[in-house]
């Protein structure tokens, strides 16, 4: 007698415990020739990637009409319809975390796909930068997932409760962890935040832990390579490819190599998310247009002078509005005219000017 096994039990899905659901499988369907098999994209390398299907890992080539398809190029976290043993589509994703690429002239990277969660890990410690969070946190709102903050780390801070009223303030609508994953510490209430059967990806610089922590939070199944330190304090780069590993309690996690740094695309409502607290002061202000320097009746600056917000922060703020001007303005030819003839205007006022 044939054992019958229930369509509930994980086991008798394979690709259930990748996340496939049934949105997906509606993709999938409206696409799908005879005899094409959906799977899920576990490790992304240039010419081909290793995809879960319902019959096991396999390493599959990417069509040749996918090489050079930039952003929609398969990636980590997609679901793909794999066709006569090559990946032929990829299913459209829910979310996906980008980047500019760092090859110019190449517009978007996307680093993953398909995360319901995006957790920015920031080491404590000397170089504990709020800063370098606040980008990292636009690139995360940027996705469409929800951001996590996790402070990497914490056995090597003085001051735990400091650290997190700090990632707090510079980090509004995010949930901010710390964690020690050499000594277990914060690691299973960040599990809990993370339910089986969703997905999350992990960002940061290099030697922020984002292996260690991948290695924590799968009961150390995952067996991803981590390095020490160096010397400098530098982190190695023990991480060279982006891979979808299962923890231990059904979630899956996207571990991604460190970035010394992360090009903005397209963020002006991103920059808006990162900094709700600062845009939520605007309106206050006396005049619609106030550029938050020396107006009167400025709500940012009586905030800043009140002790309420960071002032760097600001500055931040302004920074990370100008890149992405330039941005747009490289892209919009119209928006480019407009910008130069601006600045023609400006130099010739400038050539008005007295000489003293």
Known sequence: MTAMVSPTDPSSRPLALWGW???????????????????????????????????????????????????????????????????????????????????????????????????????????????????LLVVAWQSA??????????????????????????????????????????????????????????IGRSGAGKSTLANALSGGKAGLDTGAVRDDNKGRHTTVTRELVILANGALLIDTPGVRAIGLIDSTEAIGDAFSDLEALAPNCRFGDCAHESEPGCAVQEAISAGELDGERLASYRRLQREQERLEAREDPRLRAAKAAEWRRFSKEIRRLPKH
């Open 21 to 135: 659901d049934d949105s997906f499988r509606q993709l999938f369907e409206d696409e799908a020739l005879p005899g094409d098999e959906p799977g899920r994209i576990v490790r992304a390398d240039l010419r081909a990637c290793a995809v879960a299907l319902e019959r096991g890992e396999v390493h599959v080539p990417v069509g040749r009409h996918l090489l050079s398809s930039g952003s929609s190029q398969p990636t980590t976290g997609d679901w793909v319809v794999v066709r006569d043993g090559e990946i032929a589509s990829v299913l459209d994703r829910r979310t996906a975390v980008v980047r500019a690429s760092a090859d110019p002239g190449k517009g978007a990277q996307v680093l993953a796909a398909n995360v319901e969660f995006v957790l920015v890990a920031e080491p404590l410690g000397e170089r504990w930068r709020p800063r370098r969070l606040e980008r």
């Open 145 to 202: 997932a929800i951001p996590i903050v996790v402070l990497t780390k914490a056995d090597r801070c003085d001051d735990i409760e400091a650290a997190l009223s700090l990632a707090r303030a510079v980090a509004p609508g995010a949930s901010v962890y710390a964690v020690s994953p050499l000594y277990g510490d914060g690691t299973e209430e960040l599990a809990k935040a993370l339910a089986p059967g969703t997905t999350a990806v992990i």
